[in-house]
C-alpha cells in the first residue's frame, strides 16, 4: 500500500504559476502509475495527466501546453508545474496512484487502469 500528501496549493492570480507536489511512501510498486486529477465545485472529478513509469505522460487538452507532469523516484515525489493559469483551474487537485495492469509494462500498464490510492487533496484557486 502507498501513501500520499499533497502540498503547493493555493491562491494566484490568472496568468500565474503554482507547483504542486506529491510526496509518496510506503509500497513503491503501488506508486507504478501515478496521475493528477481536480475536482472544482459542483462538478466531477476529472483527469489531468498521469504518467507510467517509463516516462510516458498523457494530458488532458485543457493542460496540454500549460502543465507539466514529472516524478523523481529518488525522493519519492511527483510534481506538477502549472502556468499560465486561469479561473477555470481553480479546483482541489489530488495525487493519484496505483500499481496498474498486472503482466503489462510501460505505458501498457498504465495507459487503463484506474487508480486506486488517493491523496488528501490540495486547493488551488485562481482569482482573476
Known amino acids: 500500500q502507498v501513501q500520499l500528501v499533497e502540498f503547493g496549493g493555493g491562491s494566484v492570480q490568472a496568468g500565474g504559476s503554482l507547483r504542486l507536489s506529491c510526496k509518496y511512501s510506503g509500497s513503491t510498486a503501488s506508486a507504478a502509475c501515478m496521475g493528477w486529477f481536480r475536482q472544482a465545485p459542483g462538478k466531477e472529478r476529472e483527469e489531468v495527466v498521469r504518467i507510467a513509469p517509463d516516462g510516458t505522460t498523457d494530458y488532458a487538452d485543457f493542460a496540454k501546453g500549460r502543465f507539466s507532469i514529472s516524478r523523481d523516484n529518488a525522493k519519492n515525489s511527483l510534481y506538477l508545474q502549472m502556468n499560465k493559469l486561469a479561473p477555470e483551474d481553480t479546483a482541489v487537485y489530488y495525487c493519484?496512484?496505483?500499481?496498474?495492469?498486472?503482466?503489462?509494462?510501460?505505458?501498457?500498464?498504465?495507459?487503463?487502469?484506474?487508480?486506486?490510492?488517493w491523496g488528501q487533496g490540495t486547493q488551488v484557486t485562481v482569482s482573476s
Open positions: 493519484a496512484a496505483d500499481r496498474g495492469v498486472a503482466g503489462r509494462v510501460g505505458w501498457a500498464r498504465c495507459a487503463k487502469t484506474d487508480f486506486r490510492t
